[in-house]
């Protein structure tokens, strides 16, 4: 008998707070315009995933500058405020990550 009235009241305890917090969920998405910046083999490729445009050899400056010029597109042309970008495993652990994951501020330039 007690362990039937332990089971009911762990059943109450546990459904009361799951029903009370349950809600609606949204989220304003109106304004959301988003492009994908894919590899043109796939973005499931058995090996590095490189956004079309931009080649394995390009340098961390050549990425910035080749990136810029084809997020301002996205922008102009699409209105796009928001870019996906591939990513996975391969690409990571490649020695060409440091060109692509980019960083805050951009390569210095020489005259």
Known sequence: MKR???AAALAIAVAVPVAVTA???SAATNSFRGVNWA????NYVNGWVIPTGLTAADSYSTVYTKADGIITGFQNL???NTVRLP???QSVN???W???KG????PSRTA
Not at 103 to 106: E, H, I, V
């Open 4 to 6: 039937a009235l332990l």
């Open 23 to 25: 809600g609606e969920a």
């Open 39 to 42: 590899d043109a083999r796939d």
């Open 78 to 80: 699409l209105g796009a």
């Open 87 to 89: 990513i996975n495993p």
């Open 94 to 96: 490649s020695t060409w």
């Open 98 to 100: 440091a060109s692509y």
């Open 103 to 106: 960083r805050s501020t951009p």
